[in-house]
């Protein structure tokens, strides 16, 4: 059986890897945190319209702002986002509390 101090020193261990993780996750995302918090907000306003399922709002924010549009429709797809009430289901929940801390 693992001691009190023992839980407590691994608990401490897990933390600084998904720390270590996540700063490594944010340094290979291919859309700052600035501009992904940017298109949060603006599917929250947009998608007061439905979703017809295509990530058009997304597209048209990307292109906008002259990111890459492509990268980075595919990382979002990667975490579940599809279409734009996906993105904004899926992915904002994974990013909310970074974006918040470094924006
Ligand atoms: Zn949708």
Redesign the pocket.
């Known amino acids: 059986m693992a001691s009190k101090e023992e839980k407590r020193r691994r608990a401490v261990l897990v933390q600084m890897m998904v720390a270590e993780d996540t700063k490594k996750a944010i340094e290979e995302m291919p859309i700052s945190l600035a501009h992904l918090g940017q298109l949060f907000d603006y599917l929250d306003v947009e998608l007061e319209e439905g979703?017809d399922?295509t990530p058009k709002i997304t597209t048209a924010f990307l292109t906008s702002n002259n990111l890459n549009t492509e990268t980075i429709l595919h990382w979002l797809q990667e975490q579940g986002g599809f279409?734009?009430?996906?993105i904004l289901a899926n992915v904002e929940e994974s990013w909310e509390n970074e974006i918040s801390k470094n924006t």
């Open positions: 979703c399922h279409c734009d009430c996906e």
